[in-house]
């Protein structure tokens, strides 16, 4: 709320300036702008209507300034930024990063035959395997430490082969003729080696020579049923997840309707594969079993009425005080009831008619000896001027500094919880106030009455502000008494007095 008092203009305390609304004030970032005077190895910090400077962090040889202002350690290895002696010699060195610094560490040089391994160690090298042909075709190649040697070779068959009678030269074994080979299965010999040929469902192993069930799930998946298949002997079977059965190709599955079985207590919709279960408005799904439907206490959720709650079957109806409210247009929230301006108050022609938060009060504002009542009411019904009229030849009157009484009337809720302050009235004087004032001047704004807790103060600026400080319990009515001085030359030139009558509902809205 605000109150206009004469002609004014907004400014704004050092550090701030005007915003392009002309109403409220913003920082000034000193440190953007360039107007701080921070020298040399020191930062600028901005602050609300004003800077500091922040002495700057220096990090130690070895490490860095990160993003984030801290110093974190250089590493040398990485960065390439160390003397380790590098490449194949044996004074070849391998750089370790430490805090701050480095170290190098010797390499070990391997001789010939051997590979350094993974322990840091040497190793010999088996030649024969790590080379394609170190030895003749005829020869055979035997691995010694740190070397081969090569030998020369003796007639033997390789495996799958026996040597002729006269022992010249390799015949096949046929295996086929040894024993069972494949067991129920067909044997078929080859060079070398045999295979069974196996019936349907099963298939080769060449590594044990065996026909072994084939796993039909796993070789052709997702091709021989539509959901689950199961692997049996030679064969498999299929079946289908919950909510579903199997139709009669055996492969295919088909959806089963749950809700012609009515498993839910109110509403049942059927999905791929399963059910849902719904509710009616006010009524909520068991969290157990997910089809039994609740009521819905909704008066045991935050902010469901604005005063009282009742609930019921599957609803809830909100209700207002008795007297001074209504339902708004949500019937969840009470709206109050303007008995001014539906003329449905009591008060008299003499009397003015002022709504407040559940109600309304007659207001009859006189003003004191030596006022009259001022025509330049600002357009508010409730706001009553007395300018000073004094007798002639009063002098007790002319010197009197007080000039203007205002009388006006404010209407706020009950605030249970206040985390700031409150601005309820704006004062405005008709000339501009000054900011800095002597040490002995008096303040332009001082408030001189207030309940007994001081719920209320006023900002002594450009401006008045009379602001909320603490919360205050309706119903309640109390009376604010503010000044506004207007000095010259360290003295009182003339006082204003403004008589702020203000209404505490009993509720919050």
């Known amino acids: 709320s605000q109150l206009c008092v004469g002609n004014g203009r907004r400014i704004c305390n050092d550090g701030f300036r005007l915003k392009r609304d002309g109403v409220k004030c913003e920082d000034i970032d000193e440190c953007a702008v360039g107007s701080h005077n921070c020298g040399a190895g020191f930062a600028c910090v901005n602050t609300p209507g004003s800077f500091y400077c922040d002495l700057k962090v220096v990090c130690r040889d070895g490490f860095t300034l990160d993003a984030s202002g801290k110093c974190i350690d250089i590493n040398e290895c990485l960065t390439g930024h160390h003397n380790c002696p590098r490449g194949q010699t044996s004074m070849s060195a391998l750089c370790v990063n430490t805090g701050g610094s480095f170290r190098c560490e010797q390499k070990l040089v391997c001789g010939d035959g051997f590979a350094l391994n993974a322990a840091g160690g040497c190793t ?3 030649e024969c395997s790590a080379h394609t042909s170190p030895c003749q075709p005829s020869q055979t190649c035997v691995n010694m430490v740190g070397s081969y040697s090569c030998h020369a070779n003796a007639i033997s068959c390789p495996r799958g082969f026996h040597l002729s009678v006269n022992g010249t030269r390799c015949k096949d074994v046929n295996e086929c003729l040894v024993g069972t080979k494949c067991a129920k299965h067909v044997c078929v010999n080859l060079e070398r080696l045999y295979r069974c040929e196996c019936r349907t469902g099963y298939m080769f192993n060449s590594v044990t020579k065996l026909c072994e069930d084939m796993n039909e ?19 498999y079977r299929c079946s289908c997840a919950t ?17 012609e079985d009515k498993p839910c207590s109110q509403e049942c919709t059927n999905v791929y594969g399963s059910y849902q279960c719904y509710c009616h408005r006010g009524y909520q799904l068991n969290d157990v079993d997910g089809m039994t439907c609740e009521d819905i206490d909704e008066c045991t959720l935050p902010n469901v009425c604005s005063y009282q709650c009742v609930n019921t079957p599957g609803d809830f109806n909100c209700t207002c005080p008795s007297s001074g409210y209504t339902h708004s247009y949500d019937a969840c929230t009470c709206q109050d009831i303007d008995e001014c301006a539906a003329g449905t108050h009591s008060c008299s022609a003499k009397e003015t008619c002022f709504n407040v938060q559940g109600g309304f009060r007659c207001l009859f504002i006189e003003c004191p000896p030596n006022f009259r009542r001022s025509g330049d009411i600002c357009n508010a019904s409730a706001v009553v001027r007395c300018v000073k009229a004094c007798q002639e030849n009063d002098g007790n009157c002319a010197r009197d500094p007080v000039r203007i009484i205002t009388s006006t009337a404010l209407s706020l809720p009950t605030l249970q919880r206040l985390k700031e302050p409150e601005e309820i009235v704006l004062l405005r004087t008709s000339a501009e106030a000054k900011q800095n004032l002597l040490p002995d001047e008096p303040d332009v704004f001082d408030i001189l009455a207030t309940d007994e807790l001081l719920s209320f103060d006023v900002i002594k600026a450009a401006h008045g502000v009379i602001r909320q400080i603490k919360p205050v319990l309706g119903p309640k009515e109390l009376v604010l008494e503010v000044t506004m001085k207007y000095v010259q030359s360290g003295v009182v030139s003339q006082q204003n007095i403004v008589l702020i ?5 009993e509720f919050w809205f």
């Open 243 to 259: 909510g579903f059965k199997l139709a009669y190709d055996g492969r295919d599955c088909q959806d089963i309707n749950e809700c």
């Open 217 to 235: 799930c796993t070789h052709y998946p997702g091709r021989l049923c539509a959901h689950k298949c199961e692997n049996t002997e030679g064969s």
């Open 124 to 126: 010999d090298v088996d």
């Open 501 to 505: 009558h203000v209404f505490i509902s």
